[in-house]
Nanobody
Framework: QVQLVESGGGLVQSGGSLRLSCAAS????????MGWYRQAPGKQREMVAA???????NYKDSVKGRFTISRDNAKKTVYLQMNSLKPEDTAVYYC???????????WGQGTQVTVSA
């Protein structure tokens, strides 16, 4: 049974920072890619960042240089450090587990991030 529990969302002003965390249950955490997706109101869900078991990461173009994904295999936790936040980053952010550059086999419940102008 795989469970992903996100935390760290909230309300922040434009230019501010937040760090999202995702605690995973289940075995072999280190063997899987982990990711963060987001969905804004009225928009399709999109991949924001992903990190493979090797530590190699990939990002959506619009967040490169502002967001950083990382993982702590001992704690079975993945993080998303978000800096220089913009109102267009407002969305529900979901943690995922899977394979490859777009891991999406398992999803968390999501955490709301709201960036005010």
């Amino acid at each position: 049974q795989v469970q992903l529990v996100e935390s760290g969302g909230g309300l922040v002003q434009s230019g501010g920072s937040l760090r999202l965390s995702c605690a995973a249950s289940g075995s072999r955490f280190s063997a899987y890619a982990m990711g963060w997706y987001r969905q804004a109101p009225g928009k399709q869900r999109e991949m924001v960042a992903a990190i493979r078991s090797s530590g190699i990461s990939n990002y959506k173009d619009s967040v490169k240089g502002r967001f950083t994904i990382s993982r702590d295999n001992a704690k079975k936790t993945v993080y998303l450090q978000m800096n220089s936040l913009k109102p267009e980053d407002t969305a529900v952010y979901y943690c995922t587990r899977g394979t490859g550059n777009y891991p999406s086999d398992y999803w968390g419940q999501g955490t709301q991030v709201t960036v005010s102008a």
